[in-house]
T-cell receptor, first 112, second 111 residues
């Protein structure tokens, strides 16, 4: 199993540009999560999904959108990039009956 | 609401020193508690967890005990190695299986 994979690893965006951060898991996990990690701030939940077709907002959803058309994929969309979205983004997944989350390697995003 | 507070870093130790990273929490009920570790350039991975009061989680020489009376889950290791250099996150399990993380504590171990 590859686990949770994320692409790209690093990206520079200009203000106002859009992009999609990709996340795929091959563990057949129902639950998937997107976090952002800012220096010294821990991880904040952006969006999460409990299964295909079901998504919900986390703590910091503004400026982001998600979709979950399959169990495996959970892309995160930034429509109008802002400098405040400069961060490291982590995707995670877990089985429905377990609490442990499995994380991807992260995407580092720089908005200039 | 539920929250987690960790001791601030960075923490710098010499190899073979004793490590304690403090973590306290505020929660209704009795959530599961976790320690995740993030090695440089990598994602987070579970280090250990405890699901109820007085449980001790352990892994790779690290230990943490779920203390209900002090609402704490301090991480300890008797003898750290250079390879333990990483950022350590305390977290609690919230409703719906979501995690609430502390701010992270960076550990640097010098040879």
């Amino acid at each position: 199993n590859a686990g949770v994979t994320q692409t790209p690893k690093f990206r520079i965006l200009k203000i106002g540009q859009s992009m999609t951060l990709q996340c795929t898991q091959d563990m057949n996990h129902n639950y998937m999560y997107w976090y952002r990690q800012d220096p010294g701030m821990g991880l904040k939940l952006i969006y999460y999904s409990v299964g295909a077709g079901i998504t919900d907002k986390g703590e910091v959803p503004n400026g982001y959108n998600v979709s979950r058309s399959t169990t495996e994929d959970f892309p995160l969309r930034l429509e109008l990039a802002a400098p405040s979205q400069t961060s490291v983004y982590f995707c995670a997944s877990r089985k429905a009956e377990q609490e442990t989350q499995y994380f991807g390697p992260g995407t580092r995003l720089l908005v200039l | 609401g539920n929250s987690v507070t960790q001791m601030e870093g960075p923490v710098t130790l010499s190899e073979e020193a004793f490590l304690t990273i403090n973590c306290t929490y505020t929660a209704t009920g009795y959530p599961s508690l976790f320690w995740y570790v993030q090695y440089p350039g990598e994602g987070l991975q579970l280090l250990l967890k405890a699901t109820k009061a007085d449980d001790k989680g352990s892994n790779k020489g690290f230990e943490a005990t779920y203390r209900k009376e002090t609402t704490s889950f301090h991480l300890e290791k008797g003898s750290v190695q250079v390879s333990d250099s990483a950022v350590y996150f305390c977290a609690l399990g919230n409703q719906g299986g979501k995690l609430i993380f502390g701010q992270g504590t960076e550990l640097s171990v010098k040879p």
